[in-house]
Every structure is written in structure tokens, then in C-alpha cells.
């Protein structure tokens, strides 16, 4: 990719799945049976496309999974995250993921190590879970602190590919270019493409731009919404003309760009960054980043997750909009813990 301008990757499209059963309440934190399917969220809450039905429906089928996994090896699958320092939005993430896991039926383990955590430890904090055979998930919450930070996909690379839930590791990398795939796929990827297929509505010859080419969510992204596809369900998310916008494109290629697409999907975290004046009518938008926002307004209102998405304001002319917090976050935990029991099952295969 090129630094100074955006990167178009053409390709085809999407079709939705709309399924029901007996199903987890991310609110309650219990089981009902129920039947959310985009069209019906529609119809309660306008244009807002939130992730808790489909969150609810992939959490039921863990949930099952889970006490077939117990029944037959006589022992709960485990995940442990490690958590470095005190970033706000990891702390929230960490806690929703503990939260959702533990009720699942998962064991779920948390290790904080503090701020000033020296490489040296955080490689031994590693290679200890990969060497103990009770565990069956790791994940090294992201960011770390800034003294970390350079040597992020080192520590990632460090974790074992058959406890990697994140996908994160170079031999589940480039998921989209190996056939066949890896196991699992990276948990904000599978969750885009599940509210992309629960909107139900093709993607072939249709522009999408993806904003942020992270080699953890933005490029794997726009790989999965451009790629050809030989799978049924995958083929509904995919062939897509993608262009990836990112830190070096002007805010007024930006607003061309997104003013043009059919589909927009945000990943930087930065706050309020897609406004009403850059989407056009009937557009879909999903809002992948999440920031904390610290006005008086926001503090006041208990509103301080945000985000890239201006959401009041772009509700009003977008066709579908997820909500922050309340959209793709939900669904991204519940297909991280369908990551961990895939690779759980795979282990004792």
C-alpha cells in the first residue's frame, strides 16, 4: 500500500441469514427464546442496527457448544487474558468479555501486569500459558504501553497458534490468501461480517470503504470484503470494490470517498470523525471504533464511549448505522468465544 493515497481492491457481495433459538441476553445475562433479525430491529428502532439479537443467537449456539464440550471432556475450556497497564477501553472490553465468557460456561482468567511491565516478563508471562496444557485460549489485550508498543507483533507472535482466539499470530495471519483458511478468524472481522449478513443486502457492485488499514482489523477487513469466495456464507460478504482510506489520506479525498460509498466501515478510534456531510443517503455504516470521549457533555450525560462515527448526526441520512457502545463490540466477544471452543474442540482432536 501506498502512503499517499487510498488502496481500491475490487472484487462481489451479500446476503443475510436470519436464524432464532433459545438465546443469551446481553443485558440480563440469561437464555430466552427469541427472533431478532435485522428487519424486525428495524422496525423497533428505526435505522439502528444493534449487535445484541445477533450476539444473542452466535452466544445461544456457544452456550450449547460449551456443555457438549464439558460432557465430554470432563472440564470447562479456559481463556486467559493478559492485561498490561490501565487503558480505559481495554479495561471495559476485558470486563464485557469476562462478563459473556463466565456465563457461557468458560473458565475465564484475567492477569494484570502493571504499566511498567518490563518485555523480558511479559515473554515469560507467554510462554507460561502456552505451556500449560489447561489452557486452551490466550489473548494479550490491546494496546499495550507505549514503552510495549514496537514490539506488539513480537509478543503476539510469541502466543501458540492453537491458543490464539484473536488470530492474531503470523500463521493465522493473511487469513483471507490460504486455502484452506485457519480455524478461527480475527473476532472484529467475523463480527462485521456477521451484521453485514444480518442486513441481508448484496454487496456485488457495490463501493465499500474501509477507514484504517490496521494489520488487525482494517486490511484483513477490506481482504475479506474484496475476496472471491468458494463458501456459501462467505460469498455473500465478499467482491466487494473496497478502497481503504487511512492517516495519510486527506480529509477531502476522505469526504469523497465516503460520500460515494454504499457501505462505510470506520476502525480508527478517533472520535466523531465521520460526520453527516460526508455519507450519502441510504448508506450503510459500521462504526468499529471506540474511543473515550472526556467534554462536559459526555461526562455529564455517562456517554463517554464514542464512536468514529458522528451517530445523531448520521443517523439521520444513513440506511443502517451501529450504535457505540452497543453494536459491533457485542458481536465481536461473542465470535471471540466461538473462537476459543473451535480451537478447544481442535486441541483434544
Not at 510495549?148 to 513480537?154: H, V
Not at 487469513?175 to 478461527?184: H, K
Request: overall charge positive; glycine content about 6%.
Amino acid at each position: 500500500m501506498t502512503d499517499g493515497a487510498p488502496v481500491r481492491i475490487t472484487g462481489s457481495k451479500v446476503s443475510a441469514i436470519n436464524q432464532s433459538s433459545t438465546s443469551y441476553d446481553l443485558q440480563s445475562d440469561s437464555f430466552s427464546h427469541k427472533q431478532d433479525t435485522a428487519q424486525t430491529v428495524h422496525q423497533k428502532n428505526n435505522n439502528i442496527l444493534y449487535g445484541k439479537p445477533i450476539a444473542r443467537r452466535i452466544l445461544n449456539e456457544c452456550q450449547n457448544e460449551c456443555a457438549e464440550f464439558v460432557n465430554k471432556y470432563q472440564c470447562r475450556p479456559r481463556l486467559v487474558t493478559v492485561l498490561v497497564g490501565g487503558n480505559e477501553s481495554s479495561k471495559l472490553y476485558v470486563r464485557n468479555k469476562q462478563r459473556i465468557a463466565e456465563h457461557v460456561g468458560i473458565d475465564f482468567q484475567v492477569i494484570n501486569q502493571l504499566m511498567h511491565t518490563t518485555p523480558s516478563q511479559l515473554i515469560n508471562t507467554i510462554q507460561s500459558l502456552n505451556n500449560d496444557d489447561s489452557v486452551d485460549g490466550i489473548i494479550l489485550q490491546l494496546p499495550l504501553p507505549l514503552h510495549l508498543i514496537d514490539k506488539t507483533e513480537q509478543f503476539i507472535d510469541i502466543i501458540r497458534a492453537d491458543k490464539d482466539v484473536d488470530a492474531h499470530t503470523s500463521s493465522n495471519g493473511y487469513l483471507y490468501r490460504q486455502s484452506p483458511p485457519p480455524l478461527v478468524t480475527i473476532p472484529v472481522v467475523a463480527a462485521v461480517r456477521e451484521m453485514l449478513l444480518e442486513i441481508g443486502e448484496p454487496l456485488q457492485g457495490k463501493d465499500v470503504v474501509v477507514i484504517g488499514r490496521s494489520k488487525y482489523v482494517g486490511t484483513p477487513l477490506a481482504l475479506m470484503l474484496s475476496q472471491s469466495s468458494t463458501t456459501a456464507k462467505n460469498s455473500l460478504v465478499s467482491g466487494a470494490t473496497v478502497t481503504i482510506c487511512h492517516r495519510h489520506t486527506h480529509l477531502s479525498n476522505l469526504t469523497w470517498y465516503c460520500k460515494n460509498a454504499d457501505v462505510i466501515v470506520s476502525a480508527v478510534g478517533r472520535p466523531k470523525l465521520i460526520t453527516q456531510r460526508m455519507v450519502k443517503k441510504d448508506a450503510i455504516v459500521i462504526d468499529v471504533g471506540i474511543s473515550k470521549s472526556w467534554t462536559d457533555k459526555a461526562v455529564a450525560q455517562n456517554k463517554q464511549f464514542v464512536g468514529d462515527v458522528d451517530f445523531h448526526d448520521v443517523q439521520r441520512v444513513a440506511r443502517w448505522i451501529t450504535p457505540v457502545p452497543g453494536g459491533v463490540g457485542q458481536v465481536t466477544i461473542a465470535c471471540l468465544i466461538s473462537n476459543l471452543l473451535r480451537l478447544a474442540r481442535h486441541r483434544r482432536q
